[in-house]
């Protein structure tokens, strides 16, 4: 167990719909990174935020957006949503940002969008 | 492209055979990490071998990085039905350093 959890661990949506993930970081991680990952691929990284501020983002729209909170846990909000979004939604804490420490991943949300 | 490209993608052996999974990456990094993924399930974070070291064990693993040729493998020693996963090599981004790139992994399958 990595201390990371992540809710809800099953969601289905329709397509339109907008959707809120939740992911809790292992305690004295001060930084959250978000990944999506579809059936039979790697994870593609979405965000990441660092004391409550977006501090880098892969090559995903708009419409996924995020919030990181006073004790460092983190939502990731969809709008819109497409079919493609079906994916499993990884979230990973970690210490710092200097990309020298290990990051600890939660057992993710699977969405499916209808 | 891939940052991380695992090759293979799917190795199928027998309980007590040594498992090797290859991963190539094309940017200079000060880290590389490799994670076992369980279908469907979170990343477990397995090990993290830096750009100045060569070889790394831990128990049954170990990790290899030629920083010359930007490759990197793990083996898996003994191996045992139970250590069926999927396995990804993970490197920092150049402009973000906690960004990790994934490959697209190694799909192992150990029959008992």
């Known amino acids: 167990e990595t201390g990371v959890t992540q809710s809800p661990t099953h969601l289905i949506k329709t397509r339109g719909q907008q959707v809120t993930l939740r992911c809790s970081s292992q305690?004295?991680?001060?930084?959250v990174s978000w990944y999506q990952q579809a059936l039979g691929q790697g994870p593609q990284f979405i965000f990441q935020?660092?004391?409550?501020?977006?501090?880098g983002r892969g090559n995903f729209p708009p419409r996924f957006s995020g919030l990181q909170f006073p004790n460092y846990s983190s939502e990731l909000n969809v709008n819109a949503l497409e079919l493609d979004d079906s994916a499993l939604y990884l979230c990973?804490?970690?210490?710092?940002?200097?990309?020298?420490?290990?990051?600890?991943f939660g057992p993710g949300t699977r969405l499916l969008v209808l | 492209s891939q940052q991380g490209e695992e090759d293979p993608q799917a190795l199928s052996i027998q309980e007590g055979e040594n498992a090797t999974m290859n991963c190539s990456y094309k940017?200079?990094?000060?880290?590389l990490q490799w994670y076992r993924q369980n279908s469907g399930r979170g990343l477990v974070h397995l090990i993290l071998?830096?750009?100045?070291?060569r070889e790394k064990h831990s128990g049954r693993l170990r990790v290899t990085l030629d920083t010359s040729k930007k490759s990197s493998s793990l083996l898996i020693t003994a191996s045992r039905a139970a250590d069926s996963a999927s396995y990804f090599c993970?490197?920092?981004?150049?402009?973000?350093?906690?960004?990790?790139?994934f490959g697209e992994g190694t799909q192992l399958t150990v029959n008992p």
């Open positions: 071998i830096r750009s100045n070291e």
């Open positions: 305690s004295g991680h001060n930084t």
């Open positions: 993970a490197t920092p981004g150049e402009t973000s350093g906690s960004r990790l790139t």
């Open positions: 990973a804490s970690s210490l710092a940002t200097g990309g020298r420490e290990t990051q600890y």
């Open positions: 940017t200079s990094i000060n880290n």
């Open positions: 935020y660092y004391r409550e501020e977006e501090n």
